[in-house]
């Protein structure tokens, strides 16, 4: 059967990711309608000018879009990209999956959101993925554009036909983003979500996680290799098989290159390089975003799906919980003031050592 052409697209949960793929695919193709679900003032600023605004490298550009919160504007979509935070999964998929039809639906949130998507979106229509762009909204109705990486999205069961997972890349890849598929897609999610637990416990010592962190002997041994480790232990045990995305980060890759960078001086050499022309990206994790911004961050469905598995399969994941216990910590205080990073890095080699 020949797919439909795609016409229409909504996004749900028009934010930094949604907002980014929704904006570049109506400003290189004008002529697609795109609608954008969000809610609060970003939702009022893109309704009052009319547009969402991308800035990136300096240069700023201003997209005409139609911003709504009425569900029924989802109505005749060919393909529905769902971006809420986790937290928001199964309360925002309630509210449209009557009124889909026939539409594709590509959740591109990090988590494992299948299982709960699952119980609503039809499984022939139901694709999932994991996206290693870096966005935020720098105030409302206006996305920075940080960071450019591939995405990969993939069939969340056996019933989507091949044929619907290629024009889903093919309608996402409008963006200019790099965009391919996976027929290992969970194995995909759990190569980021391991990243990103790396990533999440950087958050704790508002550490930059590529310079600062990896680089930094105490912090990369005390606290990144363990928690990584723990992290491969327990899909291990779950017999989850690991893919990457091509270009993208392996995590497998990580771990033999910050066991290298412990050879004596090898990290203050690559500290030099990085230092200099090759250096390496700041990454603003959405975790340090919603502390910013005072809102619930999605580590339970991070470390803490690491912590879930674990417990599911009858083993433990002590480094990754204490990441959970830590950051809801933050979340709660009024004041996010940060440990610095020697005493996250004592505090994890403690914990490890009365394992
Ligand atoms: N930002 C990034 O760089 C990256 C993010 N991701 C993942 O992508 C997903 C999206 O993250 P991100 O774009 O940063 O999140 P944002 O908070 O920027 O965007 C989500 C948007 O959805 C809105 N929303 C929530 N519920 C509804 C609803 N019922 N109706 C309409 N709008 C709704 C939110 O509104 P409100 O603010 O009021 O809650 C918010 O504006 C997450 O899973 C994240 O982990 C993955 C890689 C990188
Ligand atoms: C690693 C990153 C920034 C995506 O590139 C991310 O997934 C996050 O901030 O949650």
């Known amino acids: 059967m020949t797919p439909k ?14 907002a980014t793929f929704g904006g570049l695919i109506k400003h290189h193709h004008p002529d697609v309608e795109m609608v954008m679900f969000a809610r609060g ?11 969402v605004t991308m800035c990136e490298a300096g240069n700023q550009v201003k997209i005409p879009v139609k911003a709504t919160s009425d569900p029924k504007d989802i109505v005749g979509s060919d ?3 769902f971006t809420v935070k986790t937290q928001d999964t199964l309360k925002t998929a309630e ?26 979106i039809r499984t022939d ?5 994991m996206t290693a762009t870096n966005m935020s ?7 920075d554009v940080t960071r450019r990486g591939i995405s990969v999205i993939g069939a969340a069961s056996p019933d989507v036909p091949p044929s619907i997972v290629e024009q889903a890349r093919q309608t996402l890849s409008l963006s200019g983003l790099p965009v391919e598929s996976s027929e290992n897609i969970l194995g995909v999610q759990y190569n980021k979500l391991l990243f990103n637990t790396m990533g999440y416990a950087s958050v704790l010592s508002n550490t930059d996680f590529l310079n600062d962190g990896l680089l930094n002997r105490n912090w990369r041994t005390s606290v990144a290799l363990p928690v ?17 995305a091509s270009g993208g980060s392996d995590v497998i890759r990580w771990r033999r290159l910050m066991r290298l960078l412990s050879t004596p001086g090898l990290d203050r050499i690559v500290r030099a390089i990085t230092r200099g022309p090759l250096s390496l990206p700041k990454l603003v994790f959405s975790v340090y975003q919603d502390l910013q911004r005072n809102r619930p961050t999605e580590i339970d469905f991070i470390n803490g799906e690491i912590v879930r598995l674990a417990n599911e399969c009858g083993v433990t994941a002590p480094l990754n919980a204490e990441v959970v216990r830590r950051i809801h910590e ?23 050592e009365a394992e």
């Open 5 to 18: 052409p795609i016409k229409k697209i909504s996004i749900i949960g028009a934010g930094a990711i949604g």
């Open 41 to 51: 003032a970003h939702l009022a600023a893109m309704q009052a000018q009319r547009h």
């Open 79 to 81: 393909l529905v990209l």
């Open 95 to 120: 509210l449209f999956a009557d009124i889909l039809g026939d539409a594709i639906f590509v959740s591109l949130q990090n988590g494992i959101n299948q299982r709960v998507l699952c119980k609503t």
């Open 125 to 129: 229509r139901l694709l999932v993925g």
């Open 137 to 143: 909204i720098v105030q409302p109705g206006v996305i």
């Open 228 to 244: 990584l480790d723990e992290g491969m232990r327990v899909l291990e045990a779950a017999g989850i098989t690991l893919q990457k």
């Open 330 to 352: 933050m979340e709660e205080s009024t004041h996010k003031s940060f440990q610095s990073r020697e005493e996250i890095a004592t505090a994890f080699r403690r914990l490890k």
